[in-house]
């Protein structure tokens, strides 16, 4: 059945229902396109998944276009998210030109009529290039960019200065060097979407049952694509100390974007290098293709691990903190914003291995302060991450560019 705006009041209330059909009404009969390089895997699908539906229900009509790449665009694009998040890249003209190139051809063939145009991330970037603009464009950026490579920067820049306005997840990644309006949106969670809402103890048990998850000891879970930057080697060498203090396991709930064709070399490097774990059933790898399974996963772990290195904002740590399970993430990107250290959550430096570990003993260690954490964390979440306040900013953004 088709969801509605109003199945949100009891989540968030009344007020902030009645507030979004404002800014909805004033924007009645305009149409809004959001164009993205994948369907699915990754938060910027999962967003426009439930953003997309709710725009529309509110009268603003809205649609969602994914870019058609192939596979040496990918790695291309993949290469340039590396760099944007400060990897150190050559980039080849024979790169910039297909890059280019895919762009214009996916053009060919995507009708742009739209009263504004909402591009996110670097692979449709170049899109703005080959169309006569009629409307404003807003680049969104779900990355950090606090860093990046300069030669790519350099190449990208000549696109970005095309856009109105380009929309980032927090203040270190708007650039001084940049002459278009920058933005802050922080992105958001569905609390009804099949991955957050409350689920019975019974299904629970049975998605963990399919997904062969021991039950017998603590669980700490990491729940990201299988990418550098989430350091999953790092996580296993944190769960290694930490098992020197608490008899518990490993959970790898991962998932592979079809715009990221590193994952399964990720994946593979890390499945060998734990199989001795694996043969005890100590590390579990459970591919999360199913929202009620991740859903089922993040509520019933003991602890939330996100040890990034870079991170744009990371909607996952959202996710947990949405459903009261403590989280000890990085202190990088977006999750300092999420988690208040100690409150609820904790923060480490994502090379302090030990930090890490010691703040997921103490959560195991002290379950009374662990749920605490936790209720904390749900009503941060309430207050600041959900899908409601995320589309009143585009609604209020785009009202004001139209």
Request: net charge positive; charged share 25%; with cysteine.
């Amino acid at each position: 059945m088709r969801r509605t705006i109003e199945d949100y009041i009891p989540i968030v209330s009344d007020t902030v229902i009645a507030d979004l059909h404002k800014k909805a009404k004033k924007l009645l009969k305009k149409h809004v396109l959001h164009l993205n390089s994948t369907f699915m895997g990754g938060g910027v699908a999962e967003i426009l998944y439930n953003l997309v539906p709710m725009m529309n229900d509110a009268g603003v009509v809205t649609g969602w276009r994914v870019l058609h790449g192939n596979a040496v665009f990918y790695q291309i694009t993949k290469k340039f998210h590396n760099g944007l998040q400060g990897a150190d890249i050559n980039i080849t003209e024979m790169e910039k030109r297909i890059y280019n190139e895919v762009n214009e051809a996916f053009s060919t063939y995507t009708h742009v009529e739209h009263d504004c145009v909402i591009v996110h991330d670097p692979q449709p970037l170049p899109f703005i290039v080959h169309f006569q603009k009629k409307q404003p464009w807003i680049w969104r950026c779900h990355i950090d960019l606090s860093d990046p490579n300069e030669e790519l920067w350099d190449f990208l820049k000549r696109f970005m200065l095309r856009y109105d306005v380009i929309v980032v997840s927090s203040e270190h990644y708007k650039k001084k060097n940049l002459p278009v309006e920058q933005r802050i949106i922080q992105p958001a969670i569905d609390p009804l979407a099949s991955k957050n809402i409350d689920l019975p103890q019974d299904m629970i048990a049975k998605y963990l049952k399919q997904a062969k998850i021991p039950l017998d000891k603590p669980i700490i879970t990491q729940v990201s694509r299988m990418d550098k930057w989430k350091d999953p080697e790092g996580v296993l060498e944190v769960y290694e100390r930490v098992r020197k203090k608490v008899d518990c396991r490993l959970v790898y709930c991962y998932n592979l974007a079809t715009d990221d064709p590193e994952g399964m070399e990720i994946y593979s490097r890390i499945y060998e290098k734990s199989k001795e774990l694996r043969k005890r059933k100590d590390v579990v790898f459970v591919l999360g293709n199913n929202e009620f399974l991740v859903n089922a996963i993040q509520t019933y772990s003991d602890v939330i691990i996100q040890k990034s290195t870079r991170e744009g904002f990371c909607l996952s740590v959202t996710e947990a903190l949405w459903k009261g399970t403590p989280v000890v993430g990085s202190k990088v990107g977006g999750i300092p914003l999420q988690i208040i250290d100690g409150k609820s959550g904790y923060l480490a430096d994502p090379y302090d291995y030990q930090g890490f570990a010691d703040r997921i003993v103490t959560l195991l260690k002290n379950k009374k302060h662990a749920e605490k954490i936790g209720r904390n964390a749900r009503e941060f979440v309430r207050e600041n991450f959900l899908l409601t306040r995320l589309m009143g900013n585009y609604l209020d953004l785009i009202y004001e560019l139209i």
